[in-house]
T-cell receptor, first 118, second 114 residues
Framework: DGGITQSPKYLFRKEGQNVTLSCEQN?????MYWYRQDPGQGLRLIYY???????QKGDIAEGYSVSREKKESFPLTVTSAQKNPTAFYLC?????????????????FGEGSRLTVL | AQSVTQLDSHVSVSEGTPVLLRCNYS??????LFWYVQHPNKGLQLLLK??????LVKGINGFEAEFKKSETSFHLTKPSAHMSDAAEYFC????????????FGAGTILRVKS
């Protein structure tokens, strides 16, 4: 079955450590996204990528980094510079993010990774 | 600025009674509007979308929403709640003015009582 796989589902980190969250999709989608979800705040966009080897900052990119070396993979690194990293992280994909996609398109989400800083 | 407001953070209904989740938006252009559902510790799933076609939009699992431009609203309804409807629901807006960026509301948690 096609879909998006995020791992790990739960992750604990000590302060000062970098951690990397994995996101893999087999939907053959061009665009991929990382969102952060905090209670009562909806979803906020961290980074997105419309094509391999290219990515753009979202609204809250500080303290995060990404790479897009393969179409199916879009890992997110939460660095020690992120001051409040405890959150639920969601990866998503879509057919394309260019042009009028967002007016008609659909995001497909993974099941999320919950990061807790100890 | 483009924004979306979900008027209730929590809604509680009894099984078999109607569901109403309220959403107001602001947009300078003709927006696209979406409702997504999220079950606990899961990703989001698209329920329905409005993209300037019919103003009454039908989605999955018996949900529907009506786009009312004069009221800048896009409320989500269902005639009869089921226990499996208990989840968090997000209203989302997008328009051309902001590069087709999606803006998520803060979410409404729906509780269904037996």
């Amino acid at each position: 079955d096609g879909g998006i796989t995020q791992s790990p589902k739960y992750l604990f980190r000590k302060e000062g450590q970098n951690v990397t969250l994995s996101c893999e999709q087999n939907l053959n989608h061009d665009a991929m996204y990382w969102y952060r979800q905090d209670p009562g705040q909806g979803l906020r966009l961290i980074y997105y990528s419309q094509i391999v080897n290219d990515f753009q900052k979202g609204d809250i990119a500080e303290g995060y980094s990404v790479s897009r070396e393969k179409k199916e993979s879009f890992p997110l690194t939460v660095t020690s510079a992120q001051k409040n990293p405890t959150a639920f992280y969601l990866c998503a994909s879509s057919i394309s993010s260019g042009g009028t996609w967002a007016l008609t398109g659909e995001l497909f989400f993974g099941e999320g990774s919950r990061l807790t800083v100890l | 600025a483009q924004s979306v407001t979900q008027l209730d953070s929590h809604v509680s209904v009894s099984e078999g009674t109607p569901v109403l989740l309220r959403c107001n938006y602001s947009s300078s252009y003709s927006p696209s509007l979406f409702w997504y559902v999220q079950h606990p510790n899961k990703g989001l799933q698209l329920l329905l979308k409005y993209t300037s076609a019919a103003t009454l939009v039908k989605g999955i699992n018996g949900f529907e929403a009506e786009f009312k431009k004069s009221e800048t609203s896009f409320h989500l309804t269902k005639p009869s709640a089921h226990m499996s409807d208990a989840a968090e629901y997000f209203c989302v807006v997008s328009d051309q003015e902001y590069g087709n960026k999606l803006v998520f509301g803060a979410g409404t948690i729906l509780r269904v009582k037996s």
